[in-house]
């Protein structure tokens, strides 16, 4: 359990310095703001695949609350593991965010004043997790559990573009962007309804994934039923 707690904290604390850092860079580097958007998503995107290879094998790579959540409700993970996870990931998220900020000459912690609380933001992080959601467990339940680092960093890099929020889909992500006042922050007003959209998109796909994967494969190509 602790080699899995730190890999948790570890993964998500680089996962922040990711997602900020760059996204510094890019406001630092470009005019443009969708040109800012490209190089955020891209960055993103290619280190989400590396962090999941280097810390998959010892806790799963989840660095995501949502995703733990609904491991532990399908019996991958038990409930006290997932207890266990939760706030390393939020702590781990929270110092990624300061060490970004360190790292680009920044103030250690600035409150972020970016305001998303909004019906289409909403929208979008419940579509959002809910896709994400889909990508990793369809994989999980399907035996090619081999090729969730790959897919889930190509859709995080997509949904960035096709969600007007950007694809947060992380409650523990979600708290540690409040701590840098950058292109990627995230004002703490607007913190509570993107966790409420992101548990929403997560339950819809519980329900989702047990329609559409009622068996799950398992690696010696054996189906067994959990509902």
Known sequence: MPRKVLAEYLGSL?????????GIAAQNLSADVGLRLLENAAATAAGLYTLILVFGPISGGHF????????????????????????????????????????????????????????????????ATLGLVLVIFALVRSGRVERAPAAVAAYIGAAYWFTSSTSFANPAITIGRTFSDTFAGIAPTSVPPFILAQLAGAALAIVILRALYPAVTQADGRAELRT
């Open 64 to 127: 995501n609350p949502v995703v733990s959540l609904v491991d532990a409700a399908f019996g991958g993970l038990s409930w006290r593991e997932a207890a266990a996870y939760l706030p390393a990931q939020v702590a781990g998220c929270v110092t990624g965010a300061v060490l970004a900020n360190v790292m680009f000459d920044l103030a250690p912690i600035s409150i972020s004043t970016t305001d998303r609380a909004t019906v289409p933001h909403g929208v979008s992080e419940v579509v």
């Open 14 to 22: 680089l996962l922040a310095a990711l997602v900020i850092g760059s």
